[in-house]
């Protein structure tokens, strides 16, 4: 892929030049020849694909699939991901309901290999959702290159409103986040909070996080962060205190 993204500053001022030039810069990254191919395989293939077994045995197809939740980095684990999409969601031992990594969930809730007897794969539209993801993380993934913290940034625009306007209670919503490699990384980071913080009894852990978030925002629970004002704070907070640290 020959795309690079520009962004000219650090910190809050590249975060801004970045959300100024966003919809430009996205348009010249799908324009990208590598990424065009993969998409076009994508939809030309993934209709014969009915059991997980079909799709890790494609390595194009599990790229892209793997690439839309943000885990291209496990490609190599072949029997691991199978054994992610072949469980599904529904059974509380299922393994992706065991991981820490909500991604896999998501992945295997959005194949549905072990949750329907049909798979999603035959739905019309499932190509066109999981093409969707893979451009955002793709595109996420190629701003990390050049500046990580903004690559968090970014995930947190769409993860955290839909944690945050979900239907779990404050408390299911702030273990969401603790779950969540990147999110955790933006609350400590913006809260001031040492590298000793996850040692912490869990809901302890719980306990500091509310408070920080009320005497910074007035609210302690997460669904606050479904209002554009309060993320675009707490991304500035992120951000200026992330450029400190380097």
């Known amino acids: 892929m020959t795309f690079a993204p520009i962004i000219p ?10 959300q100024k030039t966003l919809d430009k810069q996205k348009a010249a990254f799908n324009a ?6 993969d998409q076009a395989y994508f939809r030309s293939r993934i209709g014969d694909i009915h059991t997980a077994e079909q799709l890790v045995a494609d390595h194009r197809l599990l790229k892209v699939a793997l690439g839309a939740f943000g885990l291209e980095a496990d490609i190599g684990s072949k029997f691991f ?4 999409l072949t469980d599904g969601t529904l059974n509380s031992g299922a393994l992706s309901n065991k991981l820490a990594n909500k991604q896999y969930k998501a992945m295997s809730k959005a194949f549905g290999f072990g949750d329907f007897n049909t ?8 190509a066109g959702e999981i093409l969707a993801g893979y451009r955002d993380n793709r595109f996420e993934a190629a701003v990390g290159e ?3 913290d903004m690559r968090v940034a970014l995930y947190a625009q ?3 409103p839909e944690i945050a306007q979900g239907s779990l209670s404050e408390d299911a919503k702030w273990f969401s986040i603790m ?4 999110l955790r990384r933006i609350f400590e980071t913006a ?3 040492p590298s000793s913080f996850g040692a912490l009894d869990i809901d302890q852990q719980l306990g500091i996080l509310k408070s920080r978030s009320r005497r910074m925002f007035g609210a302690g629970g997460v669904a606050q962060f479904a209002n554009a004002e309060s993320q675009d704070k707490l991304l500035r907070q992120y951000l200026l205190r992330a450029a400190l640290l380097r």
């Open 32 to 37: 990208d020849a590598a990424l065009q191919r």
């Open 81 to 84: 991901i199978q054994k992610v």
């Open 191 to 193: 809260f001031g909070l």
């Open 119 to 126: 798979p999603r794969t035959q739905l019309s539209n499932f």
């Open 9 to 18: 500053l650090s910190g809050y001022a590249g975060w801004s030049f970045l």
């Open 158 to 160: 769409h993860a955290l």
């Open 179 to 182: 779950g969540s490699a990147p």
């Open 146 to 148: 050049v500046d990580a």
